[in-house]
Nanobody
Framework: QVQLVESGGGLVQAGGSLRLSCAAS????????MGWYRQAPGKQRELVAN???????NYADSVKGRFTISRDNAKNTVYLQMNSLKPEDTAVYYC?????????WGQGAQVTVSS
């Protein structure tokens, strides 16, 4: 069993910054992918950013240059630094961890950006 605990969401004005954290614990053998998805009201869940095999990163076009994903392997924790936030970044952000063959999700963290 793997548990994911997210923290760091909140309310911020446009142009501001937030940092999300997601700590994985439990029966962790080899984490392949750690990342973040988000889901805005009425929209599908979408990939924001991920780190594959601890080094290769991917970002959604909409967040490139503003968001940075990083990972602390010793703590099994993934971070998402979000800068220059926009109202369209408002969503519930979900941590995602893949330990083949299973995929795990965090409980979700609300991020609200006011204009």
């Amino acid at each position: 069993q793997v548990q994911l605990v997210e923290s760091g969401g909140g309310l911020v004005q446009a142009g501001g910054s937030l940092r999300l954290s997601c700590a994985a614990s439990g029966s962790i053998s080899s984490i392949n992918v750690m990342g973040w998805y988000r889901q805005a009201p009425g929209k599908q869940r979408e990939l924001v950013a991920n780190i594959i095999s601890g080094s290769s990163t991917n970002y959604a076009d909409s967040v490139k240059g503003r968001f940075t994903i990083s990972r602390d392997n010793a703590k099994n924790t993934v971070y998402l630094q979000m800068n220059s936030l926009k109202p369209e970044d408002t969503a519930v952000y979900y941590c995602n961890v893949i330990i083949p063959p299973r995929t795990y999700w965090g409980q979700g963290a609300q991020v609200t950006v006011s204009s």
